[in-house]
């Protein structure tokens, strides 16, 4: 069964964005291009404003700044807020917000920002590039960081398909990383038993050590959902797949209320079950046609992958 315990549409998340190859090599392909997903408009070049820049702000889009002097050989990290939690790793899957800059010309060639959807992507399974493969490994949930990717690792002499990127082009990302599924993280396989209650209960299992989850935050999560009278799963976020967590605004309405306050104060990396009483459930309706029980209370385990404000 499709999720029932949304009551409206998740948060969008951009599934068919290509920032690149993957393979650093010299010639650029009509599909490369960071600029060009299916489901969105080229984003087209637009100069670095000027002015006071405030990129510690998360909930912001950040400015790229190119500096005045030469492009570096190398790729060069700079983290400009440090994530909280575990450093991420190939093989992870991640969500991630992203601005692109070209060194040359100082012109943005591509953002996630502007379509309004993250980026999601499996670290190390060559869907971006080179400078994005190793430059990103080591960031944690909640952390900014700076790529400075030479041409080697970027798009090398053939530039982009599209050709918003030059040739041999030096590139300049802002990337946040907003939620991860650590490679060896499972889907519980704990027996699930519970019994009838008349107020909300949570226990952490697994306490998290990143951002706690505040009201009005958007949440992304992976979940178990059982039904305390019979044990039975009704429905399961990872039976999708690692990739098809949700996300959702906290306290919007789109999650039943129980699950909306039992993650309140939840941390990132977090594992906790919550039980939910019917009155903060589907009460005397039940819902899935049956499989949700009339006045049923339900049991969730849930892993909490990222948390920040809306942007």
């Known amino acids: 069964m499709r999720i029932v315990l949304i009551k409206a549409a998740s948060i ?43 990129n510690l702000d998360l909930s912001s889009k950040p400015v790229v700044v190119i500096p005045s002097t030469p492009p570096p050989s190398d790729l060069e990290i700079e983290d400009l807020v440090t994530g909280n939690g575990d ?33 999601p992507f499996e670290l190390g399974a060559g869907r971006v590039i080179q400078g994005w493969e190793q430059g990103i490994v080591g960031m944690a949930v909640g952390g900014r960081r700076i790529l400075t990717i030479p041409p080697s690792l970027g798009y090398g002499e053939g530039g982009s398909g599209s050709g918003s990127i030059g040739p041999n082009e030096t590139l300049v990302f802002v990337v946040d990383l907003i939620a991860v599924v650590p490679s060896d993280l499972e889907k519980p396989n704990e027996e699930v038993t519970g019994e009838a209650v008349q107020e909300l209960q949570i226990d952490d299992t697994i306490r998290g050590s990143g951002a706690a989850v505040e009201l009005g935050n958007v949440v992304y999560i992976h979940y178990v959902g059982v039904s305390a009278s019979t044990g039975e799963q009704f429905d399961s976020s990872w039976d999708r797949g ?27 990396g977090g594992r906790r079950t919550i039980v939910i009483p019917p009155d903060l459930a589907y009460g005397e309706n039940g819902a899935g046609n049956g499989l949700i029980a009339s006045n049923e209370t339900l049991v969730f385990i849930v892993d909490l992958l990222g948390t920040h404000p809306v942007r």
């Open 12 to 54: 969008a998340i951009a599934g068919a964005l290509l920032i690149g190859c993957g393979s650093g090599s010299e010639k650029g392909s009509e599909d490369d291009s960071p600029a060009e997903t299916p489901s969105s408009q080229q984003v087209f070049p637009t100069p670095t404003p000027a002015g006071d820049i405030d």
């Open 242 to 268: 690692r990739s098809e967590f949700i996300g959702y605004i906290s306290g919007a309405g789109n999650v039943i209320e129980g699950l909306d306050q039992g993650v309140l104060g939840m941390q990132v």
């Open 87 to 119: 450093f991420v790793k190939s093989g992870d899957f991640l969500i991630m917000d992203y601005v692109g800059v070209s060194y040359s010309t100082g012109l943005q060639f591509d953002a996630s920002w502007d379509r309004g959807s993250p980026f």
